[in-house]
């Protein structure tokens, strides 16, 4: 007969293993549920992200234009380009679909400044050379219009290729006088620099007259030291000195013809048109007065 002491042991020892496998179960369960909740955590965590992006993107914080200064004016809004196709991609097509070209270019329909752009037509060109590539360019054109809708100027662009090339050329920026100033042109030049720089554009090209040979200097725009253009720009200079000859002081005279003979001559300081249109004398606004009845060949280099 088993003595008591040996029952008493055994039994405690039975109750302590049970003990334990509750325990032991408790634990894994516990750390299961751990587990599940960690999972909804993250899951939880995850679609919160997913809400944020589509919150940020429902409420245009993500594509808000930003805004820069513009000549002691208030600052002026410049519009996110980022979901207009680069121009790399829409060159890469097999043939000349003007519809889809024009429906891809939509989102250059934005406020500039004061004022919308409507793309009013777009095309491609067609190949150069017989055996050439399908698409060689395009171009698109699009009016000004103020907020009553009524059209206050047009532009047009021409993108092409030559021989791994791409140059956006500005064919026509035109603002009725009472639009002039207000903030469009620097707002679209700015936007659209940027869209060109993104879509491997090498560089963007202008003849710039009237209005538009002061603003495109001031814009950042250089004179192309193409010799033929670069010709035709310092022949217009000399035109214009000689045209304001009379209105100039000795020493305002003898600065511009030295001016224009170093950018004729070129080398190191050579002046460029921001250098021109910023030149002051007895006459504080002498740059202005010169560039303004001058017609250039402008160029701004956006990559190598």
């Not at 008493?8 to 587990?35: M, P, Y």
């Not at 024009?102 to 060109?125: C, H, K, N, V």
């Amino acid at each position: 007969m088993p003595r008591l002491s040996d029952v008493l042991r055994d039994g405690a020892l039975r109750v302590v293993r049970s003990f334990g496998r509750v325990a032991e179960h408790d634990a894994s369960a516990l750390h299961g549920r751990a587990d599940r909740l960690g999972d909804v955590a993250e899951s939880a965590g995850e679609n919160d992200l997913r809400i944020a992006k589509t919150v940020d993107r429902a409420d245009g914080s993500a594509g808000q234009p930003r805004r820069i200064e513009s000549d002691g004016r208030p600052p002026i809004a410049v519009p996110d380009l980022s979901s207009v196709p680069g121009v790399d991609e829409l060159l890469r097509v097999p043939t000349l679909d003007n519809r889809w070209l024009r429906e891809q270019l939509s989102g250059l329909e934005q406020r500039y400044g004061p004022y919308r752009m409507r793309i009013t037509d777009a095309s491609y060109f067609g190949p150069k050379t017989s055996g050439g590539p399908a698409v060689t360019g395009f171009r698109f054109n699009g009016d000004i219009v103020d907020d009553a809708g009524q059209r206050v100027g047009r532009l047009e662009w021409h993108i092409n290729t030559d021989q791994g090339t791409t140059v956006a050329f500005n064919t026509h920026l035109r603002l009725e006088p009472a639009a002039r100033g207000q903030g469009f042109s620097k707002s679209f030049t700015t936007a659209i620099r940027d869209y060109y720089r993104r879509s491997g554009v090498n560089r963007m090209e202008l003849h710039a007259v009237q209005d538009g040979s002061v603003a495109w200097a001031r814009a950042g725009f250089d004179f192309d030291r193409d010799p033929a253009k670069l010709a035709r720009t310092v022949s217009s200079l000399r035109e214009r000195i000689a045209a304001i000859h009379t209105d100039l002081s000795p020493a305002d005279r003898k600065q511009l013809t030295k001016a224009v003979k170093h950018l004729e001559r070129g080398g190191p300081g050579s002046p460029t048109a921001r250098d021109l249109v910023e030149l002051t004398g007895d006459d504080p606004k002498l740059g202005t007065k010169l560039m303004k009845g001058t017609s250039w060949h402008g160029v701004q280099t956006l990559s190598t």
